[in-house]
């Protein structure tokens, strides 16, 4: 039976993978033992996919980018260039703490920009937006802009992809898709 993923011939696939339909793995790239990339994810390339790692739907993984066993992505996220997890909070060459990662979840449609890093046991809400270069040392709320070292919440964003300014009402419009969205309480909910 014919694979119905694409991999470039210097990709390295480990046995047990589930690579779904319409996958693309490139240059130099090493999916490891019992990943899972949902249909339509692009695997940039030099990347590393560590063993045990999710991948949603339509992840799109950039170049240089290595995602370390505990990692879970949601569908359409985006992953920068050379951006990295951890997934040891202490790590030392002598002592091994294999087994013992911490978890990270990146939620539906969140973007991390290129060389940042997101240190391993905080989670990345839905549609939240990491800055280039960010050190994100806490867990991200949903819709929440994030940049700096260590990376501090400036904003919030669209689904789209575009800065929020909300009214007194607490009401803001993406000015490209036009939908709304309501702030509450430091949460911010799509307006259906």
């Keep these: 039976m014919e694979k119905e993923y694409f991999a470039h011939p210097t990709a390295v696939i480990d046995e047990g993978c589930k690579i779904g339909k319409g996958a693309k793995i490139w240059h130099f790239s090493h999916i490891m033992p019992d990943c899972i990339l949902g249909e339509n994810c692009n695997i940039g390339q030099n990347c590393v996919i560590s063993p045990a790692v999710v991948l949603g739907k ?15 992505c949601g569908d359409d996220v985006f992953l920068g260039p050379s951006m990295v997890f951890t997934n040891i909070t202490n790590p030392r060459s002598a002592v091994v703490r294999r087994g013992q990662y911490d978890k990270t979840k990146v939620g539906k449609g969140a973007s991390i920009g290129a060389n940042a890093t997101i240190v391993c046991g905080h989670d990345i809400g839905e549609f939240a937006f990491i800055g280039a270069g960010a050190v994100v040392t806490k867990n991200v709320p949903a819709y929440s802009l994030w940049v700096g070292n260590p990376a501090k919440q400036i904003g919030w964003m669209s689904e789209y992809g575009h800065r929020l300014n909300f009214d007194k009402k607490g009401i803001a ?7 709304k969205y309501k702030l509450i309480k430091g949460k911010v909910n799509k307006i259906k």
């Design 58 to 72: 339509n992840v799109k993984v950039q170049n240089n980018v290595s995602i370390y066993t505990g990692v879970s």
């Design 173 to 179: 419009v993406c000015k490209e898709s036009k939908e």
